[in-house]
């Protein structure tokens, strides 16, 4: 993801900057549109922090100084479009918690499209086709996109496994080889035994993937590549519904490309399972 992308970079950012760089950068994400007009000093007050804190905030995310940070967050306030979505509150009608919902995932998927690099999901579809065996790693809502990647993928012919046990996970990476792919789906990138899995993987000798929302998240020191979803939503509250929403399009994005670039073979083995359940339909 390119720093351009203001408020979708420091949202990425945040879990790494420290307390006093955090607050920064709430006051910022609360109302990036009247912190394009502040002085350096009128926003370290707003932050409860001092004017030095908030030159070492900008230089943390990427930036040489407040002036640029300004710069490229007014850009990103030109092109915002008008927030439609908020947290679900007791006393919405389900007028508002469906509109609440839909709009926060599709603007997830928005994000995402901007934040996931092409050229990476390419390298991505390239190892995953020529992969002798496929490992998928999630636990809880990143569980089923685990889950719903090993079914794609089967459904092309693909050897490729899912398991919802940690040990089992960790066990089987150990037997992975330098053919082998292991993927690791994990929202915060920050859960152990998802990193410990990826680890073994990646020590066994395979490729290794991680498709997180942080960038500098524990789990990406063991990906050889780096897939990058984006839910705004998850830094002031849980992110299991459109964090899901965005790995499973970015899974999606991944199985019709391994699946085109093997079309011949994909296509025959498609309809091998569809001929397989059609004769239970009743």
Request: hydrophobic fraction near 40%; charged fraction near 20%.
């Amino acid at each position: 993801m390119g720093i351009n992308d203001c408020l979708l970079h420091l949202r990425s950012m945040y879990p790494n900057l420290r307390p006093a760089e955090q607050r920064v950068a709430t006051e910022i994400l609360k109302r990036p549109e009247e912190t394009v007009h502040l002085s350096i000093t009128a926003l370290a007050k707003r932050s409860q922090v001092s004017d030095a804190t908030v030159v070492k905030f900008c230089k943390r995310i990427g930036y040489k100084g407040f002036q640029e940070l300004k710069i490229r967050l007014a850009q990103n306030v030109a092109t915002k479009q008008e927030t439609i979505y908020g947290a679900v509150e007791p006393g919405d009608s389900m007028v508002e918690i469906r509109d609440k919902i839909f709009n926060t995932n599709i603007q997830a998927l928005n994000d995402t499209i901007r934040t996931l690099n092409a050229d990476e999901l390419a390298i991505a579809v390239q190892k995953l086709a020529a992969a002798k065996k496929i490992h998928f790693y999630g636990l809880g809502a990143s569980g089923i996109v685990a889950q719903d990647a090993q079914q794609k993928f089967m459904r092309i012919g693909l050897n490729c496994l899912a398991l919802a046990d940690s040990h089992m996970q960790t066990t089987m990476a150990a037997l992975l080889t330098t053919a082998d792919v292991a993927v690791a789906v994990s929202y915060s990138g920050e859960t152990w035994e998802i990193i410990e899995s990826l680890r073994t993987a990646k020590e066994a000798g395979a490729y290794t993937m991680a498709i997180t929302n942080y960038p500098q998240s524990s789990v990406t020191q063991y990906a050889d590549l780096v897939l990058l979803t984006s839910s705004e939503e998850t830094i002031f509250r849980s992110g299991a519904l459109a964090s899901r929403i965005a790995a499973l399009s970015t899974v999606d994005a991944l199985f019709i490309g391994t699946a085109l670039a093997q079309y011949e073979t994909s296509t025959r083995s498609i309809e091998k399972t569809r001929q397989a359940v059609a004769d239970r339909k009743h």
